[in-house]
């Protein structure tokens, strides 16, 4: 069986491509060959076929960013179960490496169908009929609403290794000493979590929902409003509306960089 071992433009940077190597043989593969590639907006799209430009722009914005930008290589391996030891190889690498979710080092399929599409696609093989990956929950077409590159571009220092914390979004002038306290959900995206926070977070600057988001997905839990009790229940109420359940009201505590996450809990 013949799989894929996707080397990032980070991963070229940092010179980690011979690590990746070893780690590769080590888990029992067998490398077959290797092949440089710049990747354009129109491959990350065919390669990320769960994503479309209308439902998920931020997404795409920062793969954008991050793939296009610099030189990639493709590292073909093959051996038993070549696909699941190419999953144990990324996942390998990145525990040591990654700085982030665009910031990752290296690539390897998830599932069999997005293998075939993938591999086919980065070492140039005709394929009649790919398999297209499930759609991944979609947002706002944040591109009718504001410039999203520009705002990727600004945003793109500040989401390197932990992404900024903004503070929570202050939804009135009450102070309740509490604030709506949001999880990380494996079930939503980007762009699906910034359109939530866009309807339950009233007057949200782009960039505040976006870091709010990003940095939700690594914190244990992150106070994104603070408020008045109206507010904060009319705000997880929002939330809840747009498919969010990770997320409650929890204390806070200006004085402390994240707040105070004694009384989080989720539901």
Known sequence: MRAFVLLKPDC??????????????????????????TLSPADVRYLWS????????????????????????????SGPD???????VKREIRSRHADGP?????????????????????LGVENADPPVSPSRPPGL?????????????????RVQ????????????????GAAVVLGPDRDHTLDS?????WHALPGVQPARAVLLALHTGWSGGTPIAVGGRTALRDCLRTLREHGIRNCAKGAWQPGRPEGDRAGFRTG
């Open 50 to 77: 769960e994503y479309s430009d209308a439902g998920h722009g931020l997404t795409l914005g920062f793969l954008d960013r991050y793939l296009t930008t610099g030189p990639s290589e493709v590292l073909l391996v």
């Open 82 to 88: 070549a696909f699941e030891a190419a999953r144990r």
């Open 161 to 176: 290794g932990v992404p900024d914390f903004p503070g929570p979004h202050r939804l009135d002038d009450a102070v309740s």
């Open 102 to 122: 665009f910031a990752n080092v290296v690539h390897a399929a998830e599932r069999h169908g997005e293998l075939a599409r993938q591999r086919d696609h980065l």
């Open 141 to 157: 077409d944040f591109a009718s609403l504001f410039d999203v590159p520009a705002l990727v571009g600004e945003l793109w220092p």
């Open 12 to 37: 070229l940077r940092r010179g980690l491509g011979r690590e990746v190597e070893r780690a590769a043989v080590a888990a029992g593969l067998t490398i077959d060959g290797r092949r440089a590639v």
């Open 193 to 197: 979590t910034v359109t939530a926070l």
